[in-house]
């Protein structure tokens, strides 16, 4: 029986085409060439006269091609880099970093906002997100955050906190959007022989003194920070004490 179907193909990496200015790109099962030039921006001939010898006709899954086309922005005056992840649209980057869909289009000619590809590193332009926060801290924000939870969490208002960050909508918070949270930054809490545990989404204290073992009133005793034991917020330490 004949397995060379099923033998994987291997390239010499030295055979592998020279790339100025573009990619290399391993074939898939399923890939042709007006499929990856549409996907990357680029032309059939284009990617024909960076491989040479490449026939359009018999793709072979495994090897390596060379992508013709714009590199990422090297320089973005007036902005900063940024990598795309699952999810991102010029929409939703535009609003997280305050700007304008035309605004990052013409910072990215040639980049099309209907192919973003997860892992291409574009220009946003524009204020670059606060690498300095005066008179507080940086925050980067989880599932379930607020800006009453966090003024909550923080012992601030959520007045301070649209002050120290313009141009952030507080209904339109995304996970690992970084933030000024203003006041100072909170100091690991006080947990001797114990262990400090994360609230997640669910908890109140009852559950967790359930959980570990211990009593509620010990559970209320060792977080003197609590003020309000049937507040608790998603991300906030507390402290865990060691069983009797």
Not at 26 to 36: K, N, P, V
Not at 138 to 146: P, R
Not at 174 to 187: D, E, L, N, R
Not at 223 to 240: A, V
């Amino acid at each position: 029986m004949d397995n060379t179907a099923n033998k994987k193909i291997r390239y010499d990496v030295s055979q592998m085409p020279p790339c100025p200015g573009g990619t290399y790109y391993t074939i898939r099962s399923g890939d042709t060439l007006y499929a990856l030039a549409r996907r990357f921006n680029t032309t059939v001939d284009a990617i024909m006269k960076a491989n040479p010898g490449l026939d359009p006709m018999n793709l072979q899954v495994g090897r390596v091609i060379c992508i013709p086309g714009s590199t990422p922005p090297e320089q973005c005056p007036g902005g900063f880099q940024y990598t795309i992840v699952a999810g991102d649209t010029f929409f939703n980057l535009a609003q997280r970093y305050n700007t304008t869909v035309d605004a990052i289009m013409k910072a990215n000619p040639g980049v099309d906002p209907n192919r973003l590809m997860i892992g291409q590193v574009i220009c946003i332009p524009g204020s670059t997100p606060p690498e300095q926060c005066p008179g507080g801290f940086q925050y980067t924000i989880v599932a379930g955050d607020t800006f009453f939870n966090l003024a909550r969490r923080f012992n601030t208002t959520v007045d301070a906190i649209m002050a120290a960050n313009p141009g952030v909508d507080p209904n339109r918070l995304m996970i690992g959007q970084v933030i000024c949270i203003p006041g100072s930054a909170p100091g690991p809490i006080p947990c001797p022989g114990g262990t400090i545990y994360t609230v997640k989404q669910g908890d109140s204290l009852y559950i967790i003194a359930l959980r570990f073992g211990v009593s509620l009133d010990r559970l209320i005793a060792a977080n003197p920070q609590i003020t309000d034991p049937s507040r608790l917020t998603i991300g906030q330490p507390i402290c865990i004490p060691p069983r009797m």
